[in-house]
């Protein structure tokens, strides 16, 4: 099957305005971006006066070869047997009542006044 070849993007504004953003792109790729991360457009990396110091190709070839990714699968076997403790449900301790709740009484609108006033 062959592939579609990927025509150019253009909108239209809401005044009728025909863009092209992949023309818009291409032509401000070397523009510096906005920001403070020194690069352009395209991921180049800009030095003093906006040259390139390194361009994008290289900051990813650098990325990729430094990087580990994922580390190397283990097989992991368990030779211990684990010893499963008897969980039957025991009787519940009596909940006391926090000073909270002792201290504090609701009125007839929902406030919480002191048990005193």
Request: glycine letters at 8%; zero cysteines; aromatic letters at 4%.
């Amino acid at each position: 099957m062959p592939m579609r070849d990927k025509g150019r993007t253009t909108y239209k504004t809401l005044q009728g305005k025909q863009i092209d953003m992949d023309l818009l792109r291409q032509k401000n790729e070397l523009t510096p971006a906005v920001g403070n991360m020194r690069v352009n457009a395209r991921g180049d990396e800009l030095g003093p006066g906006g040259k390139i110091v390194r361009k994008r190709e290289e900051i990813l070839k650098d990325y990729y070869n430094s990087s580990k990714g994922l580390p190397d699968e283990q097989m992991v076997t368990s030779r211990h047997t684990v010893k499963v403790e008897d969980t039957t449900p025991t009787k519940p301790a009596k909940k006391k009542q926090s000073k909270t709740q002792e201290e504090w009484v609701e009125d007839e609108d929902g406030n919480f006044l002191p048990k005193d006033a």
